[in-house]
């Protein structure tokens, strides 16, 4: 995996990052809709990949600013070398990327855009998702790539430091943002979780990538994966924005689990990895 940004992408990424508004990824996605969509198909196709269409508007809907910035996010590094659209930041980096046959766990999967991107790569995906509508979401993202939605394992679940339920707030006008932890408006959903020690204690699983953006949750995550970063060091890519202490409070659950991990912190997230 490169180390280096284009150079024309950092100067675009400065002189873009206090306009960057909702309104900005409207035109963003109108800008990789115009790029992708494909007539014949009815889909939008990001290099190898098929994406959904979110809707039939003329003018693109919340959904789709958030679409837009996870396209740019998730798919642009990691199929074209290309960081202009980035905001919250790649998901490989450095050291921590998925190499083929890993098993990857994909913690709040939402659209299902890295789980279907980890599986392009050759990674056997475990999708955690606890939203019933992003995971029907999810499942038409797979429906249309066929020959990779077989190694994808949907889990209609959350994670957390312990098993159980919790009610997550459901954004309005968008799957993306669903959150058990900030305070924020929206419909509520109650749903399952577990925590990864569980999951892989009772499926005999162990992850070698661990992907989280999880709404603020990603702290109570990694509680629930102590004995996993000790005894299996997974990669490590994680959102670090969503609450005001995240950086300090993750690192701090990171080695505490694991002293071996040497943590990069780059755009909004921690990459991690025991070498």
Not at 87 to 95: F, I, K, L, R, S
């Amino acid at each position: 995996m490169k180390n280096k940004v284009p150079l024309s992408d950092r100067i675009h990424y400065r002189l873009t990052i206090k306009d960057r508004t909702e309104n900005y990824y409207r035109l963003q996605y109108e800008h990789l809709f115009a790029r992708h969509f494909d007539r014949k198909a009815g889909c939008l196709k990001v290099g190898p990949l098929n994406l959904p269409l979110l809707s039939r508007e003329s003018y693109p809907t919340r959904e789709e600013a958030y679409y837009a910035m996870e396209i740019g996010d998730i798919l642009y590094p990691g199929l074209f070398d290309s960081y202009k659209y980035v905001d919250e930041g790649a998901y490989e980096w450095g050291d921590v990327e998925i190499q083929k046959g890993d098993v990857v766990f994909d913690c709040g999967a939402n659209l299902g855009l890295f789980s279907l991107y980890a599986a392009y790569r050759g990674a056997l995906v475990y999708a955690f998702e606890p939203v019933a509508a992003a995971r029907e979401a999810l499942r038409e993202t797979l429906s249309l790539n066929p020959s990779l939605a077989e190694q994808v394992h949907v889990v209609p679940m959350g994670l957390s430091d312990t098993p159980g339920d919790a009610e997550f707030t459901v954004l309005d006008g968008t799957l993306v943002g669903s959150s058990m932890v900030l305070q924020q408006e929206g419909r509520h959903e109650r749903a399952k979780l577990t925590t990864i020690d569980v999951f892989c204690e009772e499926s005999g699983i162990t992850p070698d990538f661990i992907k989280a953006d999880i709404e603020g949750a990603e702290r109570l995550m990694l509680k629930g994966a102590q004995k996993t970063l000790s005894a299996a060091a997974p990669k490590l890519a994680l959102c670090t924005y969503h609450l005001p202490d995240d950086k300090k409070v993750m690192r701090g659950l990171i080695l505490q689990a694991n002293p071996e991990y040497r943590i990069t912190e780059k755009w909004k997230k921690f990459y991690g990895c025991v070498l």
